[in-house]
């Protein structure tokens, strides 16, 4: 083995082992990153084993450790403490393999033998809203998972959930038609409408109930409602594009599958769901009840197809998502990167279209949930004047902050200047949010994010545009060069450049991108640390420069493709 993930291929040669060493059904075995220093992996199955075989985890270690094959990569495993199976690897395994790194643009990662067709729900903003910070996250989290997902040799089918349908629609055009103000509107001008109209909604009982036929008529697809629901959805699109393009998120106009597009399939949902004996009727409304969900008094909770109006909603347009998508665009999985407070609301779609048969065994559908972005006082991000803060001001204030942290460059042309403001600017922004555990919360700050020490986008970029300058300086061909390990420093770097496939391995297949981030992170670590210690361009010795050369030039390629797989850009001057 050369290329492809190391662990991996340590864990399939234990399990391989452990066959021959017992009969019984193997657990799956995991090969872990060491921290010890002198040990590059680890394995604990032994330990997990004891009890099963009724025997000292040390003597299974060793029984496993005489019937393992890992002479081409690594020394004799040593059993270590209560029964670990330590693994180093050959240096001259580790050189060989870096070497070939060269001439690899995947850098080792190697493409999945099984592709799947992802339909990816991401961003999904709301039509006649303006996009604020919570839709950030969707979108940016999203984006690199596509990538991941892309990389790694899947079909990847962006699906851009917009809410473009239902009661607020209903609500906006009555509230037009009374107040005839002239057009075109602004996305600004919408949304104050949809607050103007909210509020009318909340206190004027017949201005709510024309609202609610006004629903049911653009559902029935009524010309001149329809025609004033258009210009609202297409300004709205004008401005998320543009929100797009400013974070370098690849989402066009046809990946819009908005709540709009589902409504001719949804009287054939009520109808398929009804066939199939799942829908009871409930206060006027159509209702499915899926297994095991309740409510805080123990009741069934209903999912709601059809409302006692005769009008559909949010559930209704997500079941005929996945019936669309399974049924008429043979996907094979539904990820839904959409906020931790619709995992309720997905679980029951999901158990519902199990039922129906539009989730099949063959089906993923999976809620990769994320935690809220608040603000410095811990809160809901809020501007001072209480409202959501919106996503194209929040952007224009980060290359602002990035075009600061540039201030009194005059060595970059304007030109460049601004372009590497916006590469800095989003790039924080997107770093912060995709570098935490999705599922938890996390706090906006400007200062943290646009650090040049620690975790951080800027820390990347200004690492890898560093060893772009030690190479412009080198000028050198490096096609041929051969990678020397014979100091530890080195050694650990290329260890660390190794290391990407599991990194990419690690943040595909949980969705975690920050697994890339910290990977990244520690990467940058080790060759600054390699830096300080192995002279570069003043080497000495028979290839120990051409060696160095190629170790720094394999690092800026890992930063630059594993910034690439985050959708941040690595400019090769800062
Ligand atoms: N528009 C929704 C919101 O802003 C998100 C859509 C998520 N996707 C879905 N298929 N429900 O909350």
Redesign the pocket.
């Known amino acids: 083995m050369l290329f492809g993930d190391v662990s991996e291929e340590l864990a399939r040669r234990v399990a391989e082992a452990l066959r021959h060493v017992t009969d019984i059904e193997p657990p799956a075995v995991l090969v872990r990153v060491s921290a010890r220093s002198g040990v590059d992996y680890q394995c604990d199955l032994a330990m997990s084993l004891g009890k099963r075989l009724g025997k000292p985890p040390r003597e299974i270690a060793a029984d496993i450790a005489l019937r393992l094959d890992v002479a081409d990569l690594a020394e004799p495993p040593e059993i270590a403490g209560p029964g670990f199976l330590n693994f180093t690897l050959h240096s001259s395994w580790l050189e060989e393999r870096t070497t070939a790194l060269n001439g690899d643009p995947r850098l080792g990662a190697v493409a999945t033998r099984r592709p799947r067709r992802i339909a990816l729900?991401y961003s999904?903003?709301?039509a006649a809203k303006e996009m604020h910070a919570?839709?950030l996250r969707?979108t940016v989290i999203g984006d690199a998972i596509a990538r991941l997902l892309r990389f790694a040799g899947h079909d990847v089918i962006p699906?851009n959930?917009?809410?473009d349908w239902g009661t607020p629609f209903g609500m906006l055009i009555e509230h037009l038609r009374d107040e005839l103000p002239a057009g075109p509107y602004t996305i600004g001008d919408l949304n104050g409408f949809y607050r103007a109209a909210r509020s009318k909604f909340e206190t004027d009982e017949d201005f709510a109930n024309r609202s609610r036929e006004r629903v049911v008529l653009l559902q029935r697809g009524d010309e001149e409602t329809l025609s004033s629901w258009r210009r609202m959805v297409d300004e709205s699109t004008r401005h998320f594009t543009h929100v797009y393009e400013l974070l370098g998120i690849g989402l066009s106009s046809e990946d819009v599958y908005g709540?709009s597009f589902y409504n001719p399939f949804l009287a054939a949902v009520v109808d398929d769901l009804t066939a199939a004996g799942l829908t009871e009727i409930s206060d006027g409304a159509v209702c499915v009840f899926p297994d095991g969900f309740r409510n805080r008094e123990g009741g069934p909770l209903p999912l709601i197809v059809r409302k006692r109006d005769g009008g559909y909603g949010?559930a209704a347009?997500?079941l005929a998502?996945l019936r669309y998508w399974t049924g008429q665009r043979d996907v094979t999985d539904l990820l839904?990167v959409?906020?931790t407070p619709?995992a309720q609301?997905?679980a029951m779609v999901f158990a519902a279209c199990r039922a129906a048969g539009w989730l099949r065994e063959e089906h993923r559908a999976e809620h990769i949930g994320f935690g809220s972005v608040l603000g410095e006082d811990g809160r809901a991000m809020k501007t001072r004047a209480g409202e959501s803060v919106r996503l194209s001001d929040l952007l224009a204030e980060a290359v602002a902050h990035a075009a600061g942290v540039l201030d009194g460059r005059g060595d970059l042309s304007p030109e460049v200047r601004e372009e590497v403001a916006a590469a800095i600017g989003i790039g924080a922004v997107k770093y912060a949010d995709l570098s935490g555990d999705r599922e938890r919360d996390y706090v906006f700050s400007w200062e943290r994010m646009l650090s040049k020490n620690g975790n951080t986008s800027v820390y990347l970029q200004y690492a890898h545009a560093r060893i772009r300058s030690v190479l412009a300086k080198a000028d050198q061909d490096l096609t041929g060069a051969r990678v020397l390990l014979g100091h530890p420093a080195e050694r650990a770097l290329a260890l660390a450049l190794a290391r990407f496939p599991e990194a990419i391995g690690a943040a595909t297949a949980g969705y975690l991108p920050h697994k890339l981030c910290t990977y990244l992170y520690e990467t940058a670590v080790v060759f600054s640390r390699f830096y300080e210690q192995c002279p570069v361009l003043d080497a000495e010795g028979p290839g120990v420069r051409d060696s160095r050369l190629l170790l720094a030039e394999l690092t800026a390629k890992t930063l630059t493709l594993g910034l690439s797989l985050l959708g941040i850009s690595a400019p090769a001057r800062l």
């Open positions: 729900d999904g903003p709301n919570g839709h969707s699906h959930h917009l809410g709540e949010y347009t997500d998502t839904y959409v906020g619709q609301h997905l």
